[in-house]
């Protein structure tokens, strides 16, 4: 009795989404918001009429009630939940919203789903499948990540073509952009995080003319999950919670480093320019001298150089 009690007192992070039409966001959303509160769980939920998107912790308990209760809505019956480390305290509050679009690609019209997902997206590979297929295809794979650039710093697939962007807004101009033309008629396997990301981008390539566009169910995560380090993951994951980063294995890559001195390291600051913010690889020693916890942005050099006088 014991250990199931400490067990279920245990706390949790749960990730998820659903691709499905939602008729009515607002409702569904104060369904979500008093449900969470019930059950003491923080994170993030965001909510359009094309599904929900949410990241939330709590106790093993009340994460378990959470999946039983958000299933009972008929477009969320089958949605997979991916358990991971971690509780409400890695979240500040709980925020559930409704918007346009629950991954902000900036493309709501393009985004077509019915209630078996998103219409017209890439092919999806479970984790072997994925090695099954660079093991037949070997170098006319490519892996395409659908993070942040900055994400793919401290972790990323071997060989994996790294997008120039900033936030996921970017990538509808870097597509049509030109540069990755040559990828048009190639295998490609698009990867995120958890999988949502790539739900949406992976159909916005094949809106685009690339015409063998793949993406890993689970994403990086369940990837990750069943090979840890010794398949074609490189490094660190990085999450959106207050623990910044994950690794899969005690033996993952180091890719990180410092932007200032190229100290090993996997965690990112903000820049130290109030106008900037922007997160930055950056050691502890750089971190926390003002001279060094910059992004390299000359503006933000001076300011930093500034602030020690």
């Keep these: 009795m014991g250990n199931s009690y400490t067990d279920l007192h245990e ?50 308990a009340n994460c378990k009630a959470y999946t039983k209760a958000t299933r009972q809505y008929p477009g969320f019956k089958k949605m997979e ?19 346009d679009e ?12 019915d209630e078996n997902g998103v219409i017209g997206g890439g092919i999806h590979l479970k984790p072997q499948q994925v090695n099954d297929l660079v093991a037949e295809r070997g170098d006319e794979v490519v892996f395409f990540d659908g993070r942040n650039a900055m994400e793919a710093e401290i972790g990323k697939f071997k060989n994996a073509v790294v997008p ?28 995120c995080t958890g999988g949502i990301r790539c739900e949406i981008l992976s ?5 685009r003319g690339f015409e063998e566009v793949y993406q890993i169910d689970g994403g990086i995560v369940r990837y990750g999950e069943q090979f840890g380090d010794d398949g074609l993951w490189e490094g660190s994951l990085y999450v959106f919670d ?16 410092c932007h200032n001195c190229g100290a ?23 971190a926390h001298n003002p001279a060094t916890a910059h992004c390299g942005n ?10 020690c006088h």
């Excluded at 939940?81 to 918007?99: C, I, Q, T, Y």
């Excluded at 900033?166 to 190639?186: A, Q, V």
């Excluded at 159909?203 to 809106?207: D, T």
């Design 264 to 286: 090993a390291t996997n965690l990112f600051h903000n820049c130290i320019n109030e106008a900037c913010r922007k997160q930055t690889l950056l050691c502890d020693e750089c």
């Design 164 to 191: 120039d962007v900033n936030t996921t807004h970017d990538f509808i101009r870097e597509l049509e952009s030109g540069k990755y033309d040559w990828m048009k008629d190639k295998p490609v396997v698009s990867y």
């Design 11 to 60: 706390s949790r992070i749960l990730l998820y989404y659903c691709f499905t039409p939602i008729a009515d966001p607002t409702a569904v959303m104060l369904w979500q918001r008093a449900l969470c509160e019930k059950l003491e769980l923080t994170g993030r939920i965001l909510i359009s009429e094309h599904g929900i998107n949410g990241t939330v912790g709590g106790t093993l």
């Design 298 to 307: 000359p503006e933000c050099i001076e300011i930093a150089a500034a602030s």
């Design 242 to 257: 207050k623990r910044m980063h994950m690794e899969f294995s005690d033996h993952s890559k180091q890719l990180g480093h």
């Design 203 to 207: 159909s916005l390539m094949k809106n």
């Design 81 to 99: 939940f991916k358990w991971s480390h971690g509780g409400a305290e890695d979240f500040p509050r709980l925020s559930v919203k409704v918007r």
């Design 102 to 113: 629950i991954v902000a690609f900036g493309a709501p019209g393009e985004l077509k789903v």
